[in-house]
């Protein structure tokens, strides 16, 4: 069965960097991506990443401070955090879907579109 397993999260000072992990099994998707939910907020998608071409979405509140990739050999998803701030604390949730279609797009940072979530794992930025 699919199972999706984060680590890597923990307490950072603002302006620093966590690197948070997912581990992919059971099936291989196309699009990844990370959520993340602060208390009393709506989860919301930070970063997507294609697989096949390798094509990443972010949001605009993270770009340029976050990174997707993915690591094809681990099946493992990567979100590298710098220059972090206090509204980057959340609980950070990788997602997987298989789309048929190549690249990332709006809907890959939707979480309705995702039917496969990991565990979570809560980050907090001070």
């Known amino acids: 069965h699919v199972q999706l397993v984060e680590s890597g999260g923990g307490s950072a000072l603002a302006g620093g960097s966590v690197r948070l992990s997912c581990a992919a099994s059971?099936?291989?998707?196309?699009?990844y991506s990370w959520f993340r939910q602060a208390p009393g907020k709506e989860r919301e998608g930070v970063a997507a990443?294609?697989?096949?071409?390798?094509?990443?979405y972010y949001l605009n509140s993270v770009e340029g401070r976050f990174t997707i990739s993915h690591d094809n050999a681990k099946n493992t998803l990567y979100l590298q955090m710098s220059s972090q701030k206090p509204e980057d604390t959340a609980i950070y949730f990788c997602?997987?879907?298989?789309?048929?279609?190549?690249?990332?797009?709006?809907?890959?940072?939707?979480?309705?579109?995702?039917?496969?979530w990991g565990q979570g794992t809560q980050v907090t930025v001070s």
């Open positions: 059971g099936y291989t998707f196309n699009t």
């Open positions: 990443i294609d697989t096949g071409d390798g094509s990443t």
């Open positions: 997602a997987a879907q298989y789309t048929g279609i190549s690249g990332c797009y709006s809907t890959s940072l939707d979480p309705a579109t995702f039917d496969y």
